[in-house]
Structures are given as structure tokens and as C-alpha cells.
């Protein structure tokens, strides 16, 4: 039956103008909401509001008009990265190195410091997680750089990004630091609002004393934009520094490389960014790869790609490295980038709840993003060592056993582990928090021919325990397993109730 002529059925157009309409409406609302935040702030705040929050405002902006939701890839387009833009470490080790003090002093170190240690069950910032012999990541990363600086008579510097949760913590633990040689600064990445996913609206209410809950630092992304803004960027650039290294504070491996800042200061073509890719296993399936794409290399992350093509991207054969977040980036070029307005990243949506069961958005972009934006992007396939990441108490029983031994603040893996990767290692939840990952263990086992542990349930483990090749334990519900002391277990499966008494 054919509808009435009167009654118009809508088109396609209709629709689409409907949804552009109601996009432009929410962002004419939320800007007035912005300036409403501004206002609630002190007067000397008020200006650094407005300047972050007009960052956001863009970022707002792009999430509704660009339809960021949907993949932002077209999967039949993915070309593989050209053989020249991904270059094997083992060619730079060809390099002769006879001024590392002249090429030191032209690198900044740069550890995103922002991310709280909260997933291990520790308060403050996860730089203050202690790792290895006491000492903590932050301790750690200052000890590389002072052996740096004093081997080769340079002063390369660390700068921190810190989020709002960590920043002043951070700031009374520095003091600690007064007596090294390592020139350290710290500034704030940007405080964002959360987005009430139904109204699309803050759901801060003010700047200043604001539940922290309302807002977030928007991910890595941001640290272009917050590192030009604080000056220091200006600051590095006159004091003639040309590159800043980037990682995650908590990626152990990811120690100064002179092979790589040879390359990036001397190669005949000039690199402004390159990223640090290593060999892809089935621990890795969900890390960002390199690709060609319209032209231009590109970081593909999973949250890009279309759900039919998931299963491709995991593929350890048709994507074989991933991305360490281990970047090199010429310091002179982001200033270009961010004052030309050319720096692209794609937009991560974060849907969260809070704790009062509002549904909200954070709007995120990653730092290895920005490599579409740079000339002359690189990524160099580097060994598996420089990809050393201490993200869960699993990782930490590795960084903390034989497997490595500590030298200066630099992890070397033990030179008796018979080959370079790192056991598969996963902890069951009783493990979780960092104290009860201690307390289970009278000493950490020997791991040094290991290749796979899964531990599940009351599990303890005595001292002097020996784990080889694959070994999985698991205690089922009220049960315990106490592993004896001076253990060797050698692919073995213990499972059941097995309690030591103690006599």
C-alpha cells in the first residue's frame, strides 16, 4: 500500500541533515558550558582554562562532525609500510659512535609520567611503584641518565608529563633528587571535562576544587600540545636540543640508544619522528602496527579497525610488529606542527562509568598517532629488550628475577637465559595487588629457563623455587597450594590441595 501523498517518507538527506544539525546544537551547548567552567575559576586560572579547554573544544568538535565512532580505516586500502620506512636495528649498529657527547647534548628524555598505580593496588603515581632492589621506576630512569651524563661528560635532562593525579606528589618526591646530575622538569598535561554520554554536556561544574572524577588527562596524544605550552619546548629548542625521546615510564627497556640518535642526527635524509617497533608475539596481538596508508605511514591501532577484520589485525603473519611507544621526535617540528595546526591523531573514544553509575565519554589521542604529521617518519625494528613494560605484578615477577641482572639503573637480561624473549607469565587474581604479590613469595623463583607460568588461586611460593619450561599451577576454590621450598619444577601441572606444614 503506498503511503499517502500528503505524508513524505524521510530520505536519506533528510536524516543526515537532522544529524548534522543535532551535532552543531551540541556543540553550540557545549560551549557554552566551557565558558560557564571558565568562569567558575580564579582569574589568574581563568586564562590557562580557557587555553587547555579550547584544545578540547577541537577535540569535541572533531569527535561530532567526523564521526569518529565508526573505524576510520578503509581495511581494503592498508598497504604494508615501504622497506625504507622500517629500518633493522641491527644496520645501525654498522655506525661508528665517536661523538656521543656532541650527540647527547642534543637530546632531551622525555617519560610520560601521568598514569597512577592504582590497577596494582598502590597509591600515588606508578613511577613510585618500587621494581627492582628497593628502587622505584622513577629511580631508575634518574640512574640511566647520571650514569649518561657522567660516562660522556653531557647533560641530557629528564622532563616528566604528569597528569592532575600525579603531579604534586611527583613534585615533593623530586626533592629527593637535589644532589644528582640529572637536571629534571615536570609539567601538567591537560585536564579535560568527562561528557554525560546522553546529554553530551561536562559534568564538572567548576574549575577550581572540581571532583577529579568529572575530569581526565586525555591520553598520550597530549603530549604535543601540553609540552608546547608549558614553554619548555621553546626553552629545550634555545638551548639547542633537536630531538626528545619519549616512552612510558613504566617500559624498563626504554633506555637511551646512541645507534638510533646517530641515525636521527646524521642520516642523509632527516627523520622527524621515528618509532620504535619490535617483533610482534601472541603476548602483542592488540599493540598498534605501522602501516601505508593514502600515502603516508601511519599507526593502526585495533580500535581503528573494522570488527570483521579484527582477527586479521591479531594475525602475527600478516602484521608482524607492533608499536613500543619508544618515539624519537624532532623538537623544532613539533613547534611547527602545533602552531601550523597540521598535527593529526586520530580521536580515541573512552566510554566509562563513573562511580554513581553515569555513563560518560573521554576523549583521547595516542602520541605514536602523530607520525602521519611528521616528514620523514621511520619506524626501526629493535630488539626485544628495548620493550620491557611493567603493567601488572606479572610483568613484575620477570623484572624482578634472575632473568635480569641490574646495572646502574639499566635492565640487561641475564646472559645465561639461553635465548632473548621473556617467559609468557600470567598471575591469577590473588596476585593483583603488589602486597599480596609479595607475600606469597619467600624469594622470587628462578626463571631463567622458563618459558610459560600460569598461576591460579592460594598459591605461595617457599624460597629457592626453580621454574622450566612450562609450568601452570592451579589451586581450585578452597584449596592452597604452598610450593616447598627449593622446589624444581620442570613442566609440571600442580593442581588440587597441597599445604607444607610446618614442624
Known amino acids: 500500500m503506498n503511503p499517502p501523498l500528503n505524508k513524505r517518507t524521510p530520505s536519506q538527506t533528510d536524516i543526515a541533515e537532522f544529524k548534522d544539525l543535532t551535532k552543531r546544537d551540541a556543540l553550540t551547548r557545549l560551549q557554552k558550558s566551557l565558558n560557564k567552567l571558565v568562569m567558575t575559576g580564579q582569574s589568574q586560572s581563568q586564562k590557562n582554562s580557557r587555553t587547555e579547554l579550547e ?8 569527535y561530532l562532525l567526523d564521526n569518529v565512532d565508526q573505524p576510520s580505516i578503509d581495511w581494503q586500502d592498508i598497504l604494508p609500510p615501504p622497506e625504507d620506512t622500517i629500518i633493522p636495528y641491527q644496520k645501525l649498529l654498522e655506525t661508528n659512535i665517536d661523538d656521543a657527547k656532541e650527540l647527547l647534548n642534543k637530546l632531551i628524555v622525555v617519560k610520560l609520567n601521568g598514569g597512577l598505580g592504582t590497577t596494582m593496588g598502590c597509591q600515588g603515581p ?3 611503584i618500587s621494581v627492582r632492589s628497593g628502587l622505584t621506576f622513577l629511580d631508575l630512569n634518574i640512574q640511566q641518565l647520571e650514569q649518561l651524563n657522567r660516562t660522556y661528560g653531557c647533560d641530557v635532562p629528564l622532563v616528566l608529563m604528569n597528569s592532575f593525579n600525579t603531579h604534586e606528589e611527583t613534585e615533593k618526591i623530586l626533592q629527593k633528587y637535589s644532589h644528582v646530575s640529572v637536571k629534571i622538569y615536570n609539567f601538567n598535561q591537560s585536564k579535560y571535562p568527562r561528557i554525560d554520554r546522553e546529554t553530551l554536556l561536562p559534568v564538572a561544574t567548576s574549575i577550581d576544587g572540581s571532583d577529579n572524577a568529572c575530569w581526565y588527562p586525555p591520553g598520550h596524544g597530549d603530549i604535543y600540545q601540553a609540552f608546547y605550552q608549558s614553554g619548555l619546548l621553546d626553552q629545550f629548542i634555545e638551548q639547542g636540543k ?4 619519549l616512552s612510558n615510564i613504566d617500559n624498563l627497556g626504554a633506555t637511551v ?4 640518535l646517530k641515525h636521527l642526527l646524521t642520516d642523509e635524509t632527516s627523520h622527524e619522528f621515528i618509532m620504535e617497533v619490535t617483533d610482534k608475539t601472541r603476548a602483542d596481538i592488540k599493540g598498534g602496527t605501522l602501516i601505508q596508508y593514502q600515502e603516508t605511514l ?18 602475527v603473519s600478516k602484521f608482524r610488529i607492533f608499536n613500543t611507544n619508544n618515539l624519537w621526535v624532532n623538537l623544532p617540528a613539533i613547534k611547527r606542527v602545533i602552531e601550523d595546526k597540521t598535527l593529526q591523531m586520530e580521536i580515541i573514544v573512552n566510554h566509562k562509568t563513573m562511580d554513581n553509575g553515569l555513563n560518560v565519554i573521554q576523549l583521547e589521542t595516542a602520541s605514536g598517532a602523530a607520525i602521519q604529521s611528521f616528514e620523514g617518519a621511520q619506524g626501526i625494528n629493535v630488539p626485544r629488550r628495548r620493550f620491557l613494560p611493567v603493567k601488572t605484578t606479572s610483568d613484575l615477577l620477570l623484572v624482578m628475577s634472575n632473568l635480569f641482572t641490574l646495572n646502574r639503573g639499566n635492565l640487561v637480561m641475564n646472559a645465561k637465559r639461553s635465548f632473548p624473549s621473556v617467559p609468557l607469565v600470567k598471575l591469577g587474581t590473588s596476585f593483583i595487588k603488589v602486597k599480596d604479590f609479595l607475600s606469597r613469595f619467600q624469594s622470587i623463583p628462578d626463571c631463567l629457563e622458563l618459558d610459560s607460568l600460569t598461576v591460579s588461586g592460594d598459591v605461595t611460593f617457599g624460597k629457592g623455587v626453580s621454574l622450566r619450561g612450562t609450568v601452570i599451577i592451579i ?7 604452598d610450593i616447598p ?19
Open 55 to 62: 584544545g578540547y573544544e577541537q577535540l569535541f568538535s572533531r
Open 126 to 128: 606508578k613511577s613510585v
Open 242 to 245: 633537536e630531538y626528545m625521546f
Open 257 to 260: 640508544d646512541l645507534y638510533i
Open 298 to 315: 601511519r599507526l593502526l591501532e585495533i580500535a581503528q579497525v573494522p570488527k570483521e577484520n579484527v582477527d586479521e589485525f591479531k594475525s
Open 475 to 481: 589451586a581450585n576454590h578452597g584449596d592452597r597450594i
Open 485 to 503: 621450598a627449593g622446589a624444581i619444577l620442570e613442566n609440571k601441572i600442580v593442581s588440587g590441595n597441597l599445604r607444607i606444614l610446618e614442624h
